[in-house]
């Protein structure tokens, strides 16, 4: 990448790493629309309810670079990249989380996942997104997790995670519970053994398999613990052999949100 694209890149782009040392770079502003563009980037990021018309963003320009060589050049950003956060909002996220609680003693829901978020009154440089994207890199790298990434000058995401929602290759669809949680500095013993984290690890399977069910064979592997810099997760893999061919959006329709971000019974 030269240093003319990579400073577009840092303006406004995209990232997704591909398990191979690879990673894809958006370059420059993303034009939305309702489709993929055969021969460009396109990266599918709708709203959380999947009500978008348009929820693809299109890279006219992007290329496919190592992961190595793409840290080197964040490497050479100026700045620290440190953040002042703030929070989370405890009073928010307790009355979030007391609302789960009552609904789930009213036979309302299984499971659901109150969330909380920290802030910064101070806008983000390109010295904050070069650390950001810096970050996710080395974590996918050193760990089974993807680095993902979106942005402009005013807003965007940028992150790493240990969750595929799916994967197709060959006419069948592979996608995953990840659900069972412990810091990975703590005293507790194997997530496999704590009746807890199994149950709450098991409502996920049956909610994927409930969605899936439908539309094709389902079939689970073994649940095994998979270990993160900061966590540690129960993980299984899944297994969709469907009925009929089924599309990109059709798969995305069944499966999200899992109940491992979002809540069970779904309709709940």
């Known amino acids: 990448m030269t240093q003319s694209k990579f400073q577009d890149?840092?303006?406004s782009g995209c990232l997704l790493t591909t398990g191979e040392g690879r990673v894809w770079a958006g370059l420059g502003s993303a034009e939305v629309s309702r489709s993929p563009v055969d021969g460009c980037l396109s990266?599918?990021?709708p709203d959380f309810l999947l009500e978008s018309s348009t929820p693809w963003l299109v890279y006219l320009s992007?290329?496919?670079m190592d992961a190595d060589e793409l840290v080197r050049l964040l490497d050479e950003v100026p700045g620290s990249g440190a953040v002042e956060w703030r929070g989370p909002e405890f009073e928010g996220f307790a009355a979030s989380y007391a609302s789960v609680q009552t609904r789930i003693v009213r036979g309302e829901l299984l499971k659901a996942v109150p969330i909380g978020s920290r802030t910064t009154p101070k806008p983000l440089d390109i010295g904050h997104r070069a650390a950001a994207l810096r970050l996710a890199l080395r974590l996918s790298q050193g760990f089974p997790m993807s680095a993902y990434g979106f942005w402009n000058q005013a807003e965007?995401?940028?992150?790493a995670t240990p969750e595929l929602l799916f994967e197709q290759a060959r006419g069948g669809l592979t996608t995953m519970a990840l659900a069972g949680t412990r810091p990975v500095d703590t005293?507790?013993?194997c997530l496999l053994d704590d009746p807890k984290e199994l149950l709450e690890h098991e409502l996920v399977i049956d909610g994927i398999a409930a969605r899936l069910s439908p539309i094709g064979t389902v079939s689970t592997g073994q649940t095994r613990e998979v270990r993160l810099p900061t966590l540690v997760h129960l993980h299984t893999p899944i297994q969709l052999e469907p009925f009929v061919p089924i599309s990109f959006q059709e798969a995305v329709a069944a499966?999200?949100?899992?109940p491992a971000i979002g809540a069970w019974p779904l309709e709940a």
């Open 9 to 11: 890149f840092l303006k």
């Open 43 to 45: 990266l599918y990021a």
């Open 62 to 64: 992007s290329l496919q």
């Open 156 to 159: 965007g995401m940028i992150g």
């Open 187 to 189: 005293d507790r013993g």
């Open 255 to 258: 499966l999200h949100p899992t």
